[in-house]
């Protein structure tokens, strides 16, 4: 499982602060927090909701240039907006870089996947289209198959290519997880080569105890075929589960990754 760290996201109160405050230090602290758990990529995600589309540029800019340099995890670019996106992958000089995300609608797709292909980065989309997220498997399935037609056409390899199948919360339409669990499925069916991505949060809001229910989805999702998550990698219950999900599942070969995690702990 790919971890992409989720903690540099600008909804969040003290993100906020910290991009506002042009605070390089913070910034730098939970960058390497999130490396030192295990984060295989870092999520920027810099949208303060407040500012216009120039102050989101410069924020990207800013926080691109103040982490690499200092750390050698690759960056996820996360922006609904593709002018934010190019501006930080024009920033980034690193590679191997990711960028989130596209999504199905043909402008941007257009305005995206030529993106990854011309910094060579690997891609996000989201299976969503014109009409928004479709509420059941198979409209999902048309929006991964837009995206497979627009990465075929701008030469992105669909190994490159991660998958968002989405994931809505459960207390406000009981099949959103079965819908993201079928969806992971049939992508991976569909489309070989394909990998799949998620935020696993959103099933749980509005309901309690909230991390016991994200841990049994992402463990489901890993049975389904989940390649990368974007979490807290500082969450340790979290990042146990993968573990215990991944050997479960045959995905650990010779329980490797889960003696190294578990062998000299207690229980
Ligand atoms: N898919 C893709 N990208 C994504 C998401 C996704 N990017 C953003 C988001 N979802 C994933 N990132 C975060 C970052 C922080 C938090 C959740 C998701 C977070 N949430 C707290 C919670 O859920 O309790 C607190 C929320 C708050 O205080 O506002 O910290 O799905 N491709």
């Keep these: 499982m ?4 989720e903690k540099i996201n600008a909804t969040l109160d003290a993100v906020k602060t910290i991009i506002l405050n042009r605070d390089t230090k913070s910034l730098l602290d939970l960058t390497q927090k999130q490396v030192a758990a295990g984060a295989d990529y870092i999520d920027v995600n810099i949208g303060t909701g407040v500012g216009s589309r120039e102050d989101e540029i410069r924020s990207i800019k800013w926080a691109i240039e103040s982490i690499q340099g200092q750390v050698a995890t690759p960056l996820c670019i996360d922006s609904a907006d593709p002018k934010v996106i190019a501006a930080g992958l024009e920033t980034l000089n690193a590679k191997p870089s990711m960028i989130n995300s596209a999504k199905a609608e043909k402008h941007n797709l257009e305005a995206v996947v030529p993106l990854a292909a011309e910094h060579d980065s690997l891609l996000i989309a989201l299976a969503m289209d014109e009409d928004g997220i479709a509420n059941m ?35 406000t339409d009981i099949n959103s997880g079965l819908v993201t669990l079928e969806t992971i499925v049939a992508i991976k069916k569909s489309f070989p080569g394909a990998k799949t991505v998620t935020g696993l949060s959103n099933v749980s809001y509005g309901l309690p105890q909230r991390r016991r229910l994200n841990i049994a989805f992402l463990h489901m999702c890993i049975f389904a075929g989940l390649d990368a998550a974007i979490v807290d990698p500082l969450d340790e219950e979290l990042t146990a589960a993968i573990k215990t999900g991944e050997v479960l599942a045959g995905k650990d070969r010779y329980c490797r990754r889960y003696m190294r995690a578990f062998r000299k702990k207690s229980q």
């Design 2 to 5: 790919i971890i992409i760290g």
């Design 137 to 171: 498997v198979d409209g999902r399935l048309r929006a991964c198959e837009k995206i497979c037609n627009a990465c075929q056409k701008y030469g992105i390899p669909i190994e490159n290519l991660y998958i968002d199948p989405l994931v809505m919360p459960i207390s």
